[in-house]
Nanobody, 129 residues
């Protein structure tokens, strides 16, 4: 089966850092566009970041620019989201997704969920003192 599994979430104090992992199995991750999404209670799902299939193009939601970094390790078939300078507003369930149609990674379509074919189960990130 094709599967994405997130890990690395947890409880962190404001100003702290976490690195989320999204491990793929059953397919080769580096062929496809990758997206990270998050959803907090009472809020709609929002796109956090995306990476093109080639890995040469990345985009970020405005509130995380300069703090979050998306990356990929092809040898491990895993994508990462490095999260620095975390604030309580970052508290959410974070989910990775893959678009096997290689949709264009753009600031204008970060929130577009329908084009993604594979989704992980999510990992909880809680930022609190």
């Amino acid at each position: 089966q094709l599967q994405l599994v997130e890990s690395g979430g947890g409880l962190v104090q404001p100003g702290g850092s976490l690195r989320l992992s999204c491990a793929a199995s059953g397919f080769t991750l580096d062929y496809y566009t990758i997206g990270w999404f998050r959803q907090a209670p009472g809020k709609s799902r929002e796109g956090v970041s995306c990476m093109s299939s080639s890995g040469t193009r990345t985009k970020y939601e405005d509130s995380v620019k300069g703090r979050f970094t998306i990356s990929r390790d092809n040898a491990k078939n895993t994508v990462y989201l490095q999260m620095n300078s975390l604030s309580p507003e970052d508290t959410a369930i974070y989910v990775c997704a893959v678009d096997r149609n290689k949709g264009y990674c753009s600031s204008d379509n970060l929130d577009e969920v329908n084009r993604y074919n594979y989704w992980g189960q999510g990992t909880q990130v809680t930022v609190s003192s």
